[in-house]
């Protein structure tokens, strides 16, 4: 099957500062990468849509200018958290879709203290 | 947009029992009906999927159904073991291939 890397796959950062998530996909180009959150015992939540080359598009509710999505290649999507609190920690993680299949990322684990 | 509903949110059975978890969904034009596995702090993982043209999966204990009339479809485990237990999610994809999730249920299998 197809392969997702995300890293880091936890970080612990100080309230008000930046954190920057990377997903790659190794062996297959992906226009299109989906990042998803998933706070604790609940079930996963669409955030954006990254598209490379073009703007990503946010789910209603989803802040564009404090999660900013970066897709600069075809195998590399970027999600930023700006301006951390304590509400952002949860667990993020990203998909690229091949065909219909979903390939997720390890997942990335923010804890913002 | 779509909207997935899943029952029920916990489950517990026995060894060698059967689970079945049920979800709906909203939009007609989802086409793509997918079932993960998730272990905690873990990524989903792909344990059957089924698209709309057919009525029934099945992959040695598990098997999924679906019914497009009634926007259901359902996941059944079979012959249950404590390695089954884990966090299942039902998940609905439409033309965009971003996946809406149910709930979760939480399966237990006692030994």
């Given at each position: 099957g197809a392969?997702?890397?995300?890293?880091?796959s936890w970080v612990?950062?100080?309230?008000?500062?930046?954190?920057?998530?990377?997903?790659?996909?190794?062996?297959?180009?992906?226009?299109?990468?989906?990042?998803?959150?998933?706070?604790?015992k609940q079930?996963?939540?669409?955030?954006?849509?990254?598209?490379?080359?073009?703007k990503a598009t946010y789910e209603q509710g989803v802040e564009k200018d404090k999660f900013l999505i970066n897709h600069a290649s075809l195998t590399l999507s970027t999600l930023t958290v700006t301006s951390a609190h304590p509400e952002d920690s949860s667990f993020y993680i990203c998909?690229?879709?091949?065909?219909?299949?979903?390939?997720?990322?390890?997942?990335?684990?923010?804890?913002?203290? | 947009g779509e909207n997935v509903e899943q029952h029920p949110s916990t489950l517990s059975v026995q060894e060698g029992d059967s689970a079945v978890i049920k979800c709906t969904y909203s939009d007609s034009a989802s086409n793509y009906f997918p079932w993960y596995k998730q272990e905690l702090g873990k990524r989903p993982q792909l344990i059957i999927d089924i698209r709309s043209n057919v009525g029934e999966k099945k992959d040695q204990r598990i098997a999924v159904?679906?019914?497009k009339t009634a926007?259901?479809?359902?996941?059944?485990?079979?012959?249950?073991?404590?390695e089954d237990s884990a966090v299942y999610f039902c998940a609905a994809v439409t033309g965009r291939r971003a996946l809406t999730f149910g709930s979760g249920t939480r399966l237990q299998v006692q030994p």
């Open positions: 392969v997702v890397s995300q890293h880091p612990i950062c100080k309230s008000g500062t930046s954190v920057k998530i990377e997903c790659r996909s190794l062996d297959f180009q992906a226009t299109t990468m989906f990042w998803y959150r998933q706070f604790p079930s996963l939540m669409l955030m954006a849509t990254s598209n490379e080359g073009s998909s690229a879709p091949r065909t219909e299949e979903a390939f997720f990322g390890q997942g990335t684990r923010l804890t913002v203290v | 159904t679906l019914n926007k259901h479809f359902s996941l059944h485990i079979t012959e249950t073991q404590p």
